[in-house]
């Protein structure tokens, strides 16, 4: 562990905190309709990073001229422009799905045909100007792969292709018998190491012959904002984390891979969605008022020092508003002049 860096249980417990801060006092999650801003950030991330995850070069300022006005900024190969915008697809309709869902949506968590859809929209784009080499045509996105799928680095090796339908209705079925549980965060461990389990149990079932990690993502962000919780989106410059973890998971420890997916949501709850909701007179952690004058340290050594209004809650925290570190910026520059 770093030098100044929270152990895994503060990490769980700053999460459970926040989660219960933004359902109790924040009302929840916004709709994409409330908040389009908030929604619209966290889709340019997640489609810039997680596609990057499986190797695609573009930037971010190249992912928001593509998803906001259908630009290919850049010289990059055309596949790589139609990966990003079949992700963008797919996240917009995960997060409007889960918030505002459908007339024909049955109440449950997650179902076999969104698993499928997330496929199919998400893989549809590219696989119009680069299928899978291997691929036949019922294996096209949204279709079950008939290919069996070689160990993977760590030793894994997926189901026999005839098993695929059978086990995916079978974490399906898990993860909708669980949902009071995972509602209600009192899990037999950890419930971020809960999460953990489930998004590598689906992608320990591989169920496509290509997109696998782009749906699972996508497919737990999913049932993340359908129980009131920040939607993960693990940075591409975590990759080598992300998979050691995933591997460690498939031996049974899901802690290292619950611990990143704990800081990716509190991570995304203090940059996007408090400060928003909360407002510039509203209370947050220090961490969501970092700005490019004040580091998370330097608000951190104001507060303590009493130069910034705000204060330290009972789970260590120090939180502070917009409106008092605005204020604190006014007082640095007159001293500077």
């Known amino acids: 562990m770093g030098r100044g860096r929270p152990s895994r249980e503060t990490v769980y417990a700053r999460l459970e905190a926040g989660v219960e801060e933004l359902n109790t006092r924040l009302g929840g999650l916004p709709s994409p309709d409330e908040s389009q801003f908030i929604w619209s950030d966290i889709w340019h991330l997640e489609a810039h990073h997680s596609t990057a995850l499986e190797g695609n070069t573009l930037v971010l300022r190249e992912v928001e001229a593509l998803l906001d006005k259908g630009r290919a900024v850049g010289a990059k190969p055309l596949k790589e422009y139609m ?18 869902p459908s007339h024909w949506h049955t109440g449950d968590l997650i179902s076999v045909y969104e698993v499928r859809t997330i496929h199919s929209v998400a893989m549809t784009p590219v696989w119009g100007v680069a299928p899978h080499p291997d691929a036949t045509e019922r294996e096209a996105p949204g279709n079950f792969r008939e290919h069996d799928i070689h160990p993977f680095d760590g030793g894994m090796t997926p189901p026999s292709w005839p098993l695929v339908p059978a086990q995916l209705d079978g974490w399906v079925q898990r993860v909708n018998d669980h949902s009071e549980v995972l509602h209600s965060r009192r899990t037999s461990r950890p419930w971020p190491e809960e999460l953990a389990a489930i998004h590598n149990e689906f992608e320990c079932i591989h169920p496509f012959i290509d997109g696998n990690g782009r749906t699972g993502r996508l497919a737990l962000n999913l049932l993340l904002v359908r129980l009131g919780y920040p939607p993960v989106v693990i940075l591409k410059q975590h990759r080598a984390q992300y998979l050691s973890a995933m591997e460690r998971a498939d031996t049974g420890d899901y802690g290292p891979l619950g611990e990143l997916l704990a800081r990716a949501m509190y ?15 509203r209370l947050v952690p220090l961490a969501a008022l970092v700005n490019k004058d004040f580091t998370l340290s330097a608000l951190r050594q104001a507060a303590q020092r009493g130069r910034l209004e705000a204060y330290q809650g009972a789970d260590g925290i120090w939180r502070s508003s917009r409106k008092a570190v605005d204020a604190y910026q006014r007082t640095k520059g007159q001293r500077r002049a």
């Open 267 to 281: 991570d995304n709850l203090n940059r996007f969605i408090v400060p928003n909701l909360a407002g510039p007179a």
């Open 83 to 100: 990966e990003v915008q079949g992700y963008g697809q797919a996240a917009q309709w995960v997060y409007s799905q889960a918030l505002e």
